[in-house]
């Protein structure tokens, strides 16, 4: 590809200081092969304009802070690549569903504090002493949950759910899959602690199966089959203490 | 940039910095891809198996009532509005059902010799468990 050919990124600005909404601005960045829509933003940043604001980390999909919607799709922009979107433009936007802070940057105040509620951690009943050696755990054990292990965080997930654009109550797929990676882990004692979070009306049953965060993740989380697994769990559970009410949680 | 105007709210955290810019929710965001078009019609469904279940009340209370008001069921049930209105529910039902199969191996986490199975057998196996009862029911009608 010669190296003169270019292409057109059309940017959503936010200042909120000097606009009351989003509007478009265009750039011309080098068109090359190995190169990711964050490459070309950073080459706008770099070059052709440093007010330009948005998230990036690591660049090889592992840190999940670039994603934002190119061309109407939420992505990582570290894995979207200028030559797939040839001749252009590209039309890059912030991650949908979320509050626009300014240009491509979000804010995520609502997934942390939702992400707390459902207690992504070990829960055990009682803490056993560290001379007692680690937590074993089989290979078929670790599988049980490794799938919903690899979230990253990126939010691309509520961004193509149109279930959470409608009711922002919505725990949502990413703090959901990661609820169940504790729940399905053997070592995790805390699958009652979330149970009232995860069954509420805002929980899973606000779920209605788009089934586009697993189109839309990264990863291969499947955050819908998480979503729709923990549906079976509570339903049953519910059956059992309704069957079973002196039965323990 | 077409959009409207925006809605407002406090800045993050509360604080007293530029509100952040949320934008709204086209009424026709469901046209906007073929998943949620499909989820839309999905859910607009669950009417008309609503639809579905109140006909078959309908024609069960005719028959309790007895051979006379089971002909008028029958004369109502051909006319021309009611036939159509369920051959588009059989429509959403068989949308109801297939995309619901299609689904079904989300919601499964099935195990057999310490494997996942994959999706496919999860689905075959909802389609022939309804072929299975489609036969059953068929024949306990037509045998009479």
């Known amino acids: 590809m010669p190296e003169t050919d270019r292409i057109t990124l059309q940017v959503a600005r936010y200042r909120p200081e000097q606009e009351t909404e989003p509007t478009w601005q265009s750039y011309e960045v080098p068109l090359r092969k190995e190169w990711t829509v964050l490459d070309g933003l950073n080459h706008i940043k770099d070059h052709l304009d440093g007010t330009l604001s948005y998230r990036w980390s690591c660049r090889m999909g592992i840190c999940g802070s670039c994603g934002m919607t190119v061309n109407g799709e939420p992505q990582l922009t570290c894995s979207a690549f200028l030559t797939d979107s040839a001749p252009g433009p590209v039309r890059v936007e912030p991650l949908a569903n979320f509050p626009v802070v300014r240009d491509l940057v979000v804010e995520l105040g609502d997934f942390m504090n939702k992400l707390t509620e459902v207690k992504p951690w070990i829960i055990r009943a009682e803490d056993k002493p560290l001379d007692e050696g680690e937590f074993l755990q089989t290979p078929e054990e670790m599988d049980a949950y490794k799938q919903y292990s690899m979230c990253i965080n990126c939010m691309l997930c509520y961004a193509a759910c149109p279930v959470y654009a409608l009711d922002p109550d919505f725990v949502g797929p990413a703090a959901i899959a990661l609820a169940q990676r504790y729940n399905l882990d053997s070592r995790d004692e805390g699958a009652a602690d979330r149970r009232d979070v995860l069954s509420s009306a805002a929980g899973v049953w606000a779920c209605t199966l788009v089934g586009e965060c697993t189109t839309a993740c990264p990863k291969g989380v499947d955050p819908a089959g998480a979503i729709q697994r923990y549906k079976l769990t509570a339903a049953t559970r519910s059956l059992k203490d309704l069957l079973w009410p002196w039965g323990q949680r | ?144």
Not at chain 2, 42 to 48: H, K, P
Not at chain 2, 70 to 79: I, L, N, V
């Open chain 2, 1 to 144: 940039m077409s959009r409207t105007p925006a809605s407002r709210r406090p800045g993050p955290a509360g604080g007293s910095g530029p509100a952040p810019y949320r934008k709204p929710v086209p009424t026709f965001w469901w046209l906007r891809r073929r998943a949620y078009l499909v989820f839309v019609l999905r859910e607009l469904s669950g009417v008309f198996i609503a639809w579905f279940v109140v006909f078959l009340l309908l024609m069960a209370g005719a028959i309790a009532e007895g051979s006379g008001e089971y002909e008028r069921f029958q004369d109502w049930s051909g006319q021309w509005w009611v036939v159509l209105l369920n051959v588009i529910a059989l429509l959403f039902v068989l949308l109801h059902t297939l995309t619901w199969f299609g689904l079904a191996p989300r919601a499964m986490a099935v195990r057999l010799r310490g494997r996942r199975v994959r999706p496919g057998p999860i689905v075959a196996t909802h389609y022939l468990l309804w072929a299975l009862l489609t036969a059953a029911v068929a024949w306990l009608i037509l045998k009479g």
